[in-house]
């Protein structure tokens, strides 16, 4: 995803290394490499990311790795305002994310949520202090 002209752009790489950067478009946060044909890798500590980011209302994932993910706690605690997660291309049954507690705490205004497998949303459903009012189906 190539940001908007004129956009403030953060670096976010784990290395500092201007490989990876995160910007705000309206209250859709956005992660990606600005670099034709490279995908970034999302780090292993994943726990807090996005915590705080109360006036987010939808996270664009697309092309991000999830694959090394082994700490999601608090990742998405207090995104008041997400109304829509899709979290199809993170792999939650990787035996790698061992905690992710509170991961959805506080996410009230969720309406739409996806996973990548049956098992997958097994898992997400399950997760400690998730709101129960709504729920993660596979995207299909």
Sequence with gaps: VAAPEGIVLTEVSELNDGSIYAWLDGTTY???TQRTGIYPIASGNCGNMFAGCSHLEEIDF?????FNVFYAKNMFKDCSKLN????STFDVTNIKVTNMTDMFGSCDSIRTAYGRTNSDVDRLNSTSGKPTHWAFVVKE
């Design 30 to 32: 956005y992660v990606s």
């Design 84 to 87: 829509a997660i899709d979290l």
């Design 62 to 66: 697309t092309g991000l790795d999830f």
